[in-house]
């Protein structure tokens, strides 16, 4: 399932997202390469802060303003550059070509906004559709995200709905005008595991249906390996580790992604004799004050003298697999 | 929804009851007493001033005075004015009219000019716009009302000669129909200018910091994520949401709306409700500004009362039963 060139919907080339606060640089998003095809679902794994969220809302420009600002980069989608267009012409594209889900269904949707109401008006706009017909076409949009009695729903507000239906009507929402591309930040964190499972069941149907090229961020791996084709490993701004997922997961090249890998309970794993799961000892670097060389040297187990001083490159160390990390370039 | 509204009408009775009796004190306790003010300067022999006592009731313990005034309320009887001897009622009511004029135009004005300047001020937080509406609001909010009103009268009264400055009409011009309308909007300009520029400043403030935290929610970032314009994501999705504690404070600022007409229509000789309190204050008219108090407290309640109904339907969350 190699990918073609001319089957990538989107690429993102040497993207850097800043946040310029009180004269302070938070260098978020430090030169990211990534591409999506189409039809394949892209999983970018990091943890909270490593810039994998402003990665995504780079792409469809959602950036707090006016702190943050992409500063180099392009993002090519079926061949336009994002980061250079109008303002006016990134609206048509938002929730349109491209939608995008968050992380917090009880928070996403407008508590004052009537359910059919919060659907309608995305098809009113990109579609041109009358009141009536939107309202009618949100309604079919609930039941096929699996609402039943949608058309009891759609004059409901979001307090009357359940967290796991709030995420359904989210991506009923990001649905709605057919985008070629969807961005899932965190789409389950917040449900609990059995809502999870349908929601991400639910994700895996219409994409089959749609041929939707899916931009899916999580820290949680067990989503990744259930969901993503290929995987691009997030930290400190910087894409560390980009493979296959099967490869990834048999094969990780990255000190990092191997300490991720072993942080995750396994049923065929034997505990370790104290029953704790090995965690990655200290935190995520300050990207207001990164240290020369490698971002993750002071919590490497393998770190040696090259690695303080300079920066590794994102280098092909097989077929389809890249990694940022001194061991593995020669 | 009904039984709640019966609820809260019925909740009105003892609210009345102990504003009343705590005011009846305290308007008692006050220095000086009717009697001074009527008899005046003029001076009377002590068998005049205590057959007047008497006839006011005044004579009596102060419980005995607040029982007889209680129960005469009871049966819907405000009581007559001492130094004009009318009924309380009707003087009220020939007053109403004028005050309600003057403060739904400052409310009107305030809020919809508050509400705008908030948002504006909240697009773009701290830029030159931002802070300018900020000093401005500031600065309005700060200078008491008594002393803008006569700044204003000077400045567009006096020196600019532009527009009249006390009452409501022109008496000697005798306008009817739409001229008289014509002269009412113009005596309302200045005393709804110095109102609207006082009470401005609190809701645009409140509506700038709620729609600042508004602005920051998840679903105001799906709004955008949807394509839909800025106005739209402002107005339809966050301004809503945001309007909620500025409904709650607006309610609750209902008392210092009436103190500021009291002030204000001292100031403008308007003849409403605030100029007739003003008066009965300074002449210790007893039944007067009971009757005033009353009134006030009736508006208060209501005001409060429909500031809660207004919240169940800005926020579907809220029901009452």
Same mark, same amino acid.
Request: charge should be neutral; charged fraction near 20%; include cysteine.
């Given at each position: 399932?190699?990918?073609?060139?001319?089957?990538?919907?989107?690429?993102?080339?040497?993207?850097?997202?800043?946040?310029?606060?009180?004269?302070?640089?938070?260098?978020?998003?430090?030169?990211?390469?990534?591409?999506?095809?189409?039809?394949?679902?892209?999983?970018?794994?990091?943890?909270?802060?490593?810039?994998?969220?402003?990665?995504?809302?780079?792409?469809?420009?959602?950036?707090?303003?006016?702190?943050?600002?992409?500063?180099?980069?392009?993002?090519?989608?079926?061949?336009?550059?994002?980061?250079?267009?109008?303002?006016?012409?990134?609206?048509?594209?938002?929730?349109?070509?491209?939608?995008?889900?968050?992380?917090?269904?009880?928070?996403?949707?407008?508590?004052?906004?009537?359910?059919?109401?919060?659907?309608?008006?995305?098809?009113?706009?990109?579609?041109?559709?009358?009141?009536?017909?939107?309202?009618?076409?949100?309604?079919?949009?609930?039941?096929?995200?699996?609402?039943?009695?949608?058309?009891?729903?759609?004059?409901?507000?979001?307090?009357?709905?359940?967290?796991?239906?709030?995420?359904?009507?989210?991506?009923?929402?990001?649905?709605?005008?057919?985008?070629?591309?969807?961005?899932?930040?965190?789409?389950?964190?917040?449900?609990?595991?059995?809502?999870?499972?349908?929601?991400?069941?639910?994700?895996?149907?219409?994409?089959?249906?749609?041929?939707?090229?899916?931009?899916?961020?999580?820290?949680?791996?067990?989503?990744?390996?259930?969901?993503?084709?290929?995987?691009?490993?997030?930290?400190?701004?910087?894409?560390?580790?980009?493979?296959?997922?099967?490869?990834?997961?048999?094969?990780?090249?990255?000190?990092?992604?191997?300490?991720?890998?072993?942080?995750?309970?396994?049923?065929?794993?034997?505990?370790?004799?104290?029953?704790?799961?090995?965690a990655i000892a200290g935190t995520v670097p300050n990207v207001l004050?990164?240290?020369?060389?490698?971002?993750?040297?002071?919590?490497?187990?393998?770190?040696?003298?090259?690695?303080?001083?300079?920066?590794?490159?994102?280098?092909?160390?097989?077929?389809?697999?890249?990694?940022?990390?001194?061991?593995?370039?020669? | 929804?009904?039984?709640?509204?019966?609820?809260?009408?019925?909740?009105?009775?003892?609210?009345?009851?102990?504003?009343?009796?705590?005011?009846?004190?305290?308007?008692?306790?006050?220095?000086?007493?009717?009697?001074?003010?009527?008899?005046?300067?003029?001076?009377?022999?002590?068998?005049?001033?205590?057959?007047?006592?008497?006839?006011?009731?005044?004579?009596?313990?102060?419980?005995?005075?607040?029982?007889?005034?209680?129960?005469?309320?009871?049966?819907?009887? $405000?009581?007559?004015?001492?130094?004009?001897?009318? %009924? @309380? !009622?009707? &003087?009220? /009511?020939?007053? #109403?009219?004028?005050? *309600?004029?003057?403060?739904?135009?400052?409310?009107?004005?305030?809020?919809?000019?508050?509400?705008?300047?908030?948002?504006?001020?909240?697009?773009?937080?701290?830029?030159?716009?931002?802070?300018?509406?900020?000093?401005?609001?500031?600065?309005?909010?700060?200078?008491?009302?008594?002393?803008?009103?006569?700044?204003?009268?000077?400045?567009?009264?006096?020196?600019?000669?532009?527009?009249?400055?006390?009452?409501?009409?022109?008496?000697?011009?005798?306008?009817?129909?739409?001229?008289?309308? $014509?002269?009412?909007?113009?005596?309302?300009?200045? %005393? @709804? !200018?110095? &109102?609207? /520029?006082?009470? #401005?400043?609190?809701? *645009?403030?409140?509506?700038?910091?709620?729609?600042?935290?508004?602005?920051?929610?998840?679903?105001?970032?799906?709004?955008?994520?949807?394509?839909?314009?800025?106005?739209?994501?402002?107005?339809?999705?966050?301004?809503?949401?945001?309007?909620?504690?500025?409904?709650?404070?607006?309610?609750?600022?209902?008392?210092?709306?009436?103190?500021?007409?009291?002030?204000?229509?001292?100031?403008?000789?308007?003849p409403g409700l605030g100029r007739l309190t003003f008066d009965a204050?300074?002449?210790?008219?007893?039944?007067?500004?009971?009757?005033?108090?009353?009134?006030?407290?009736? &508006?208060?309640?209501?005001?409060?009362?429909?500031?809660?109904?207004?919240?169940?339907?800005?926020?579907?969350?809220?029901?009452?039963?």
């Amino acid at each position: 399932m190699a990918v073609q060139a001319d089957d990538i919907l989107l690429s993102i080339e040497d993207l850097h997202t800043y946040f310029f606060v009180d004269g302070n640089v938070a260098k978020s998003v430090r030169g990211v390469d990534l591409s999506l095809g189409r039809g394949q679902t892209l999983g970018l794994v990091g943890e909270s802060g490593s810039g994998k969220s402003v990665t995504a809302q780079s792409i469809l420009r959602l950036i707090q303003q006016p702190a943050g600002r992409i500063v180099q980069g392009r993002i090519v989608f079926e061949g336009t550059d994002l980061a250079s267009i109008a303002e006016e012409e990134m609206r048509r594209i938002r929730g349109n070509s491209i939608s995008m889900i968050f992380q917090e269904p009880m928070t996403s949707l407008n508590p004052v906004i009537r359910i059919g109401e919060q659907i309608a008006e995305v098809v009113r706009l990109h579609r041109g559709l009358p009141a009536r017909e939107a309202l009618d076409y949100a309604t079919d949009m609930l039941a096929k995200v699996g609402i039943a009695e949608p058309a009891r729903r759609i004059a409901q507000f979001p307090h009357e709905l359940s967290g796991g239906m709030r995420q359904r009507v989210m991506i009923a929402i990001a649905l709605s005008c057919a985008p070629r591309m969807l961005i899932a930040d965190e789409p389950t964190t917040a449900l609990d595991v059995t809502i999870q499972a349908q929601i991400l069941d639910l994700m895996r149907s219409l994409q089959r249906e749609s041929g939707i090229s899916i931009l899916l961020i999580t820290h949680d791996l067990g989503v990744v390996a259930e969901m993503a084709h290929r995987v691009a490993v997030m930290y400190a701004g910087q894409i560390v580790e980009h493979a296959d997922v099967a490869t990834l997961f048999e094969r990780p090249l990255h000190p990092y992604t191997e300490g991720l890998l072993a942080s995750v309970p396994g049923l065929d794993r034997a505990p370790t004799p104290d029953r704790m799961l090995p965690a990655i000892a200290g935190t995520v670097p300050n990207v207001l004050d990164l240290p020369p060389g490698c971002a993750f040297q002071d919590r490497c187990p393998k770190v040696h003298d090259r690695c303080r001083r300079e920066e590794p490159p994102l280098a092909t160390v097989e077929l389809r697999h890249d990694a940022r990390c001194w061991l593995h370039v020669v | 929804m009904t039984l709640y509204l019966l609820q809260r009408l019925l909740y009105l009775v003892p609210l009345l009851l102990g504003a009343v009796t705590i005011v009846f004190v305290l308007v008692h306790m006050a220095p000086g007493n009717p009697v001074d003010y009527i008899i005046g300067e003029s001076g009377a022999d002590k068998e005049m001033i205590a057959r007047l006592t008497a006839d006011m009731g005044l004579d009596r313990p102060l419980y005995i005075q607040l029982l007889r005034y209680l129960g005469q309320v009871a049966t819907g009887n $405000l009581g007559y004015s001492f130094v004009s001897n009318m %009924p @309380v !009622l009707e &003087l009220i /009511l020939d007053r #109403l009219p004028a005050t *309600l004029l003057l403060m739904a135009s400052q409310l009107v004005f305030s809020i919809s000019l508050g509400v705008g300047l908030g948002v504006l001020s909240a697009r773009r937080p701290n830029s030159l716009l931002d802070n300018s509406i900020t000093v401005f609001s500031l600065a309005s909010f700060a200078v008491p009302v008594f002393w803008l009103g006569q700044l204003l009268i000077l400045g567009f009264g006096y020196y600019l000669d532009w527009l009249p400055i006390q009452g409501m009409v022109d008496l000697r011009a005798g306008y009817t129909g739409f001229d008289l309308v $014509l002269d009412v909007a113009r005596h309302m300009v200045l %005393p @709804v !200018l110095t &109102l609207t /520029l006082y009470n #401005l400043a609190l809701i *645009l403030r409140l509506t700038r910091g709620s729609m600042l935290e508004v602005v920051g929610q998840e679903y105001v970032k799906v709004a955008r994520a949807k394509g839909l314009s800025e106005n739209t994501v402002m107005i339809k999705h966050a301004l809503r949401n945001a309007l909620l504690p500025v409904v709650t404070v607006v309610g609750l600022e209902f008392r210092a709306l009436i103190a500021g007409a009291v002030l204000t229509e001292t100031v403008f000789a308007w003849p409403g409700l605030g100029r007739l309190t003003f008066d009965a204050i300074h002449a210790r008219d007893y039944p007067l500004l009971m009757g005033m108090f009353i009134f006030i407290s009736v &508006l208060v309640a209501v005001g409060n009362l429909v500031t809660d109904l207004l919240y169940a339907l800005l926020d579907p969350r809220i029901r009452y039963r």
